[in-house]
T-cell receptor, first 116, second 116 residues
Framework: DVKVTQSSRYLVKRTGEKVFLECVQD?????MFWYRQDPGLGLRLIYF???????EKGDIPEGYSVSREKKERFSLILESASTNQTSMYLC???????????????FGSGTRLTVV | QQQVKQSPQSLIVQKGGISIINCAYE??????FPWYQQFPGKGPALLIA?????SEKKEGRFTISFNKSAKQFSLHIMDSQPGDSATYFC???????????????FGQGTILTVHP
């Protein structure tokens, strides 16, 4: 069964800590994404990567960075965690879109991060 | 900023009824419109998707209706069941753009509750 695995299900960190969220996919997908999910705001794109060592900012990159040293692994880094970064973080992977087939993300189960 | 607006935020339906969730988009370059379903504790999963060359797509009890001129699309769930209770997200992307990498812009989400 193909999957995207996020290393932690729940995480509690203190304000100012450096936080690493890890994501691994076993589908040999080129694209990987980090979203955060907040009630009423939906899923908002933080960063994405379309190749090893390649990354692009999404809609809300402030306070975050990413690393993709290997194709299967995409890490999200909170340089100095703040309380407003308390959220559910979702990692996803996909192949590049190829019409006319349906194109879809495979999501991990998420990491619920609480910053206190 | 590209936006996809989704309504309602929450929806309660009786078993056997029809659930309808609506989305509107602004960017006319969007050319791929998927819907995702998310159960508690899980990541979203692709449910059904449509491209703007058709006005309707049906898969089992799930139907997408697409109105290109109005820049709106909707999800209809016929004969709704308690097992359909989940959060639903609409999304949009620019597949044909080449440099979009298929990244999805999501709506705000709708929490659907189907009462037995």
């Amino acid at each position: 069964d193909v999957k995207v695995t996020q290393s932690s299900r729940y995480l509690v960190k203190r304000t100012g800590e450096k936080v690493f969220l890890e994501c691994v996919q076993d589908m040999d997908h080129e694209n990987m994404f980090w979203y955060r999910q907040d009630p009423g705001l939906g899923l908002r794109l933080i960063y994405f990567s379309y190749d090893v060592k390649m990354k692009e900012k999404g809609d809300i990159p402030e306070g975050y960075s990413v690393s993709r040293e290997k194709k299967e692994r995409f890490s999200l880094i909170l340089e100095s965690a703040s309380t407003n970064q308390t959220s559910m973080y979702l990692c996803a992977s996909s192949l590049p879109p190829r019409q006319p087939s349906n194109y879809g993300y495979t999501f991990g189960s998420g990491t619920r991060l609480t910053v206190v | 900023q590209q936006q996809v607006k989704q309504s309602p935020q929450s929806l309660i339906v009786q078993k056997g009824g029809i659930s309808i969730i609506n989305c509107a988009y602004e960017n006319t370059a969007f050319d791929y419109f998927p819907w995702y379903q998310q159960f508690p504790g899980k990541g979203p999963a692709l449910l059904i998707a449509i491209r703007p060359d058709v006005s309707e797509k049906k898969e089992g009890r799930f139907t997408i209706s697409f109105n290109k001129s109005a820049k709106q699309f909707s999800l209809h769930i016929m004969d709704s069941q308690p097992g359909d209770s989940a959060t639903y997200f609409c999304a949009a992307s620019m597949d044909a753009g080449g440099t979009s990498y298929g990244k999805l812009t999501f709506g705000q989400g709708t929490i659907l509750t189907v009462h037995p």
